[in-house]
């Protein structure tokens, strides 16, 4: 089974509005971290947020912010106001507390286009 | 600005060339990774080091050889490649291994196999 599951590969939103990327995950470690990442047509992967399984808010740095959903494995991304320069790969990636693992499981990625 | 470098940004070789790929970290991070980014695939992990020792390596073919000489510089050594080994190549860093520590990416290097 997929660990990250990122079902949109595709989304349009218009300037201003905002948008909601999904994310959903599956793992069995009481301890885990999720991070989104932002991949422009350059190729940098720029991080975004990070939201710890065991926050009891939700995470916020500055338009972005994380709608997790414990219950539900779910962390969808919410951009606020988007902006032309928001147009890119974004990919969820989960990292598992279990050995204290390096490994960062990305998903396939949603490509967001931003339309003027 | 991520303060992860990589070089060159593009390379194109031949089969039966050898070359290197080259990752500075100037975050004072412990841990530098290596990711293989092919199209249409998720970013897959090739090698971590900590404090320059290897502790992962996800079953990566020998034609591919890391080094870590120290923390904050990371090698990818090429030799005999495949086409299929055409990627995007990105280094990442972070503090240690713990779920909360974040890994900054560089901007890769795109790796072209003739």
């Known amino acids: 089974a997929q660990k990250i599951t990122q079902t949109q590969p595709g989304m349009f939103v218009q300037e201003k509005e905002a948008v909601t990327l999904d994310c959903t995950y599956d793992t069995s470690d009481p301890s885990y971290g999720l991070f989104w990442y932002k991949q422009p047509s350059s190729g940098e992967m720029i991080f975004l947020i990070y939201q710890g399984s065991y926050d009891q808010q939700n995470a916020t740095e500055g338009r972005y912010s994380l709608n997790f959903q414990k219950a539900r494995k779910s962390a969808n991304l919410v951009i606020s106001a988007s902006q032309l320069g928001d147009s890119a790969m974004y990919f969820c990636a989960m990292r598992e507390g279990r050995d204290s693992s390096y490994k960062l499981i990305f998903g396939s990625g949603t490509r967001l286009l931003v339309r003027p | 600005e991520t303060g992860v470098t990589q070089t060159p940004r593009h390379l194109v070789m031949g089969m039966t060339n050898k070359k290197s790929l080259k990752c500075e970290q100037h975050?004072?991070?412990?841990?530098m990774y290596w990711y293989k980014q092919s199209a249409k695939k998720p970013l897959e992990l090739m090698f971590v080091?900590?404090?320059?020792?290897?502790?992962e390596n996800n079953s990566v073919p020998s034609r591919f050889s890391p080094e870590c000489p120290n923390s904050s510089h990371l090698f990818l050594h090429l030799h005999t490649l495949q086409p299929e080994d055409s990627a995007l190549y990105l280094c990442a860093s972070s503090q240690g291994g713990e779920t909360w520590d974040t890994q900054y990416f560089g901007p890769g290097t795109r790796l072209t196999v003739l």
């Open positions: 080091y900590s404090l320059e020792e290897r502790v």
């Open positions: 975050l004072g991070h412990n841990a």
